[in-house]
Every structure is written in structure tokens, then in C-alpha cells.
């Protein structure tokens, strides 16, 4: 089973530090490939309110050596706090232009296409207008395949370039939750056209729905659902798992926030559903109000 690690901080909440200490014991120890995801919130607004995703960012680990996919805000101090060197980075790949992908890799060297002893580095064109190119990654290493959809429609270019990986981390966009996020900012005065916007996202974002369907056909063991739209904590994790599960089988994980350190997926998932919990139940109108209409 691939081991998945998690280690995202809260952007409004300081993870405890155990936590931390957690995400570092389980890379000083690691024996395989981990993947780290640093950032899960999709979009550059970071002033959401309830939101506590940092913006898209990952690194792999595998042999001592380090791999960035995205470098959303936060990705520094994030890399950081996994206690990974920074001289174990030998590249960035970023998916897109998008600033909630590229607005923090100033402080790396972006180095574009490798193929080291380590992994073998493949790329697929997706779809995410207006924005060309826009990317997904595909990492192959001695011992685990990770896939990256970076933003898109759902495409079978996907599909086809994760075809029997490890692990597919996609986009996901829950279309009931974000429908009633823009008509409650809408309602607040917010100048947004609602046909417009909703048209837009389904243009450039894949509906969960779509993401379970193509890792079905992918064959991949486990699907990560992360860069998540809407990027608010009022979605319940099990909303999201159901709807991929139409249509997947295998493993699903919803990317967390506030540190989780996973051995298998099935301790993260309960992990995750814990804190959870604990952050839901804080009140916070909009959100109450959401988990009523949709959960
Ligand atoms: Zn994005
Ligand atoms: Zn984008």
C-alpha cells in the first residue's frame, strides 16, 4: 500500500507540535518514497474565512532527495517545517501559471525536466484555460508512481498518464458547495455574475464526480483528492469521498490540513475525520449554514 505522509500547517491555527514531530519522525524513518502535501486549498485568495488550506504545494522525498510540485504561498515555510534540508532539493516542477502554483518559487530554482538515478520525470498537456501550457506530472520512482493533475477539466490525458500509478493526486471541485459559496458572497454584495463564474469553474476544474471516474480508468490504488474548490473547511470529508466513490473503488484520501502523519490510509482517514471535527464545530454562520444544505 503506498504510504502517503501529510504534513500541512494551519494557515489561521498553529498545528501542534507534536504533529510536526510526527512529520518529521516519519521522513527521518522513511524506507521508501513519501509524499508530502504541503498545500490543499485551491486558489490565491487566502483571506477565505474558514479557511485554514495553504495554497498548492507538494514535495516527494525519495532517497534523500527532494522533489517540489507546485510552490503556492506557503510553500517555504512548509518545506520547512517537514525538516527536509533545503540542499535535498533538486527540483521544482511547477503545473501551471497560476498564482496559487508559482507565486512562492522565488526561493527555489526552478529547474524543469530531470531524470536522475531517482525518478523518471513524464508530462501530460491538460486543460485549464486560459493558461497554456498547464501540466500534469507523472513520478516515477524505484518504488512508487505519483501522478499530478495540476488544474484541469477532467481529461483522459490524465487518465492515460496515470495509468497504473501508486497514487493520483487531482483536483477537485464539489459543484453543490461552491454553488452556494458564491450565492452567499453574492448575497454579501460581492460583484460576482454567478452563471459566469460557475461556467468558468467548469470549464477549468474537474467535479469530483469526473476525478473518481478517471482514476477508475487510470487503475490507479489510491486517489488523493486535494486542491479542493471551494477552499473552506465547511465540506465534510465523507461528502467528497462519496462522490469520487461513484465511480472509484480503490483508496480515497481527502487531503487534509493541520498535520496528519499517516502510515496507511486508512489511520490517516481517521485521523483526519478527528480533527475534523474539532475544527467544524467551530461556530462560524456561513459554514453551519453550508453543512446543512449539502452534507
Ligand atoms: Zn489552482
Ligand atoms: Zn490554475
Not at 474565512?49 to 517540489?68: E, F, K, L
Not at 490525458?157 to 493526486?169: F, H, N
Not at 467535479?207 to 465540506?235: C, F, K, M, W, Y
Not at 498535520?259 to 490517516?268: E, L, S, W
Amino acid at each position: 500500500m503506498p504510504t502517503v505522509s501529510v504534513g500541512t500547517g494551519g494557515a489561521q491555527t498553529s498545528a501542534p507540535s507534536t504533529t510536526i514531530h510526527e512529520v518529521q519522525a516519519a521522513l527521518s524513518k522513511a524506507s521508501g518514497t513519501k509524499l508530502v502535501m504541503l498545500g490543499t486549498g485551491a486558489g490565491p485568495n487566502p483571506t477565505v474565512p474558514g479557511r485554514t488550506r495553504y495554497m498548492t504545494s507538494h514535495v516527494m522525498v525519495s532517497n534523500g532527495s527532494a522533489y517540489v510540485l507546485d510552490c503556492g504561498l506557503g510553500v517555504t515555510n512548509q518545506f520547512a517545517r517537514t525538516g527536509v534540508p533545503f540542499t535535498a532539493v533538486r527540483s521544482i516542477f511547477i503545473t501551471h501559471h497560476h498564482p496559487d502554483h508559482n507565486i512562492e518559487y522565488g526561493p527555489f530554482i526552478l529547474l524543469g525536466w530531470v531524470q536522475d538515478q531517482n525518478v523518471r520525470v513524464s508530462a501530460a498537456i491538460v486543460q485549464h484555460p486560459p493558461v497554456q501550457p498547464a501540466l500534469a506530472y507523472r513520478f516515477d520512482f524505484h518504488d512508487r508512481s505519483i501522478v499530478f493533475s495540476g488544474d484541469t477539466a477532467p481529461i483522459e490525458a490524465v487518465a492515460r498518464l496515470a495509468e497504473g500509478a501508486d497514487i493520483l493526486v487531482h483536483e477537485a471541485l464539489y459543484v453543490p458547495a461552491l454553488g452556494a459559496y458564491v450565492r452567499d458572497r453574492i448575497a454579501k454584495g460581492s460583484p460576482i455574475r454567478f452563471d459566469a463564474y460557475m461556467a468558468h469553474m467548469e470549464v477549468d476544474h474537474s467535479p469530483v464526480e469526473d476525478v473518481g471516474r478517471i482514476a477508475n480508468a487510470a487503475g490507479v490504488q489510491t486517489l488523493v483528492l486535494s486542491h479542493l474548490t471551494p477552499a473552506i473547511d465547511g465540506i465534510q470529508d465523507e461528502t467528497w469521498r462519496h462522490a469520487a466513490a461513484k465511480q472509484f473503488k480503490g483508496k480515497i484520501v481527502v487531503a487534509g490540513f493541520n498535520g496528519a502523519v499517516i502510515r496507511n490510509v486508512n489511520r490517516y482517514r481517521k485521523s483526519i475525520s478527528n480533527r475534523w471535527s474539532e475544527r467544524v464545530h467551530k461556530p462560524n454562520e456561513a459554514l453551519v449554514r453550508l453543512r446543512e444544505r449539502y452534507d
